[in-house]
């Protein structure tokens, strides 16, 4: 079982759409997908309502999801870490415990532009239309991760 995990600062709305998004391209008896926050502001709640509402919207139910914080561990129980933005890429590092865990962690739209640094817009303290935004950029970057991971665990 490969797995992979999504992380943003309060894992209610990026990160938990990347979840279902990417989950939703894999098939689930070879892959697991689950989210985090570099935070624990969130810890034990549903997604944001506009982040179900946007994925409802696309045909995913994210509802069920609860955020949850990153912890040490996850190093060791993820093969992949995808985060969405350059701050949580440097709190992840922050916290990976040795090189190895250090290498697992990838900035989610480097799958498009790699290596320009570019960050999923975190639509928090926006309106709807943000969600819509971020969903766009995240399914477009989950395709490549999933025809990547695919190919790599055929």
Known sequence: MVRILMVCLGNICRSPLAEGILQSKLPTDKFFVDSAGTGDWHVGHQPDKRSILTAKNRGLDISCQKGRQIKVSDFEEFDHIYVMDSSNFRDVIRLAPNADAKAKVKLMMDEIFPGQKVDVPDPY???????????????????LVAQKLLKEHA
Not at 125 to 143: H, I, R, S, T, W
Request: with cysteine; proline share 0%; charged share 30%.
């Open 125 to 143: 303290y926006g309106g709807q239309g943000g969600f819509d935004k971020v969903y766009d950029m995240l399914d477009e970057a989950c395709e």
